[in-house]
């Protein structure tokens, strides 16, 4: 008994740390780099299957494009950017993975009000984006928000809007990081990036 509550004690002190940890400002992460490995974590789907994001990568190369949620009207049109492109995307054999701390629910508002052909997640207690190294503290004013829209499991983390390449293992092979939540990579330019790709795999 003493075994399991000093377990339990461990495990509640592992996750104050961790969330003591986390960068004050978006302009202060220390995200994961090329060549490094995406980590493992259990994502839900609109519907609220479980799925494993290595299981998700396996399937083939991907476009990982993290995003702050469907109230963000920045996200919004990014996403539908990223729609545009899509099936040039998938052409060049890629698949397009969203994920953002929305609950299942508000995941299911936003496919249907943007129409996407391509897969969202959702990482509400941020497990996957805290290990990826893009989370930040959420501003204040945006904590009831965030703890709502993520079902109750968002801790006051918000992520730094990005994208990631990655290779069937997991292996990241390009990214696109920037703390201005208002520039996001653009369809055009990630269309550029995936040719290049499949130019050095040849």
Excluded at 16 to 29: F, G, R, V, W, Y
Excluded at 55 to 66: H, N, T
Excluded at 151 to 161: A, K, R
Excluded at 173 to 185: A, G, K
């Amino acid at each position: 008994m003493q075994k399991l509550t000093l377990l339990a004690m461990c495990f509640v002190f592992t996750l104050l740390t961790a969330s003591a940890q986390l960068p004050e400002k978006a302009e202060d992460i220390s995200p994961l780099l090329n060549g490094e490995m995406l980590p493992e974590a259990v994502l839900k789907s609109p519907d609220g299957s479980e799925y494993r994001f290595s299981e998700l990568l396996k399937e083939k190369p991907s476009v990982v494009l993290f995003y702050r949620g469907g109230w963000c009207p920045f996200c919004n049109t990014h996403l539908a950017e990223i729609q545009g492109v899509q099936n040039e995307v998938v052409n060049l054999g890629y698949q397009i993975i969203a994920i953002s701390p929305d609950s299942p629910e508000n995941l299911q508002a936003t496919d249907e009000k943007q129409n996407l052909t391509y897969r969202l997640f959702s990482d509400g207690n941020g497990q996957l984006t805290k290990a990826v190294g893009i989370a930040f503290k959420a501003p204040e004013r945006n904590a009831g928000r965030l703890l709502e829209i993520s079902g109750g499991l968002n801790d006051g983390f918000m992520p730094v809007p990005s994208v990631f390449v990655a290779d069937t293992s997991g292996k990241i092979v390009f990214e696109y990081i920037n703390p201005d939540y208002r520039t996001r990579l653009s369809g055009g330019l990630l269309l550029a990036v995936l040719k290049e790709l499949k130019k050095e795999q040849k």
